[in-house]
């Protein structure tokens, strides 16, 4: 994921943690997030962690993502609404 999103990965920020499945090795960069519905656009940069483990979905984190925004997760139609909170966004366009 991080290669087809042109992440640039920080060699200096390279940790290993630890998770349910084990030991992982997860390294960071920064990228740009947008958020649309094609009438609201919010735009921001953030620092996320990436690893070479084999995973079959991407993960939202709440620290620089799912912070800014109020979730309701609706599973059985397989969707996620976010609404906008208050939290401000760093460096923000919108």
């Not at 919010?42 to 925004?69: M, P, R």
Request: with cysteine; proline share 1%; hydrophobic share 40%.
């Amino acid at each position: 994921m991080a290669d087809r999103l042109g992440l640039v990965i920080d060699d200096g920020a390279a940790y290993i943690i630890d998770s349910a499945g084990g030991d992982v090795s997860v390294s960071y960069g920064t990228v740009t997030i947008e958020v649309t519905d094609g009438i609201e656009r919010y735009k921001w940069q953030t620092t996320v962690g990436v690893t070479n483990q084999d995973w079959s979905e991407a993960i939202l984190g709440h620290s620089g993502c799912l912070e800014f925004f109020d979730a309701l997760f609706r599973g059985e139609k397989h969707e996620v609404v976010l609404n906008r909170n208050e939290t401000a966004l760093p460096g923000a366009e919108s």
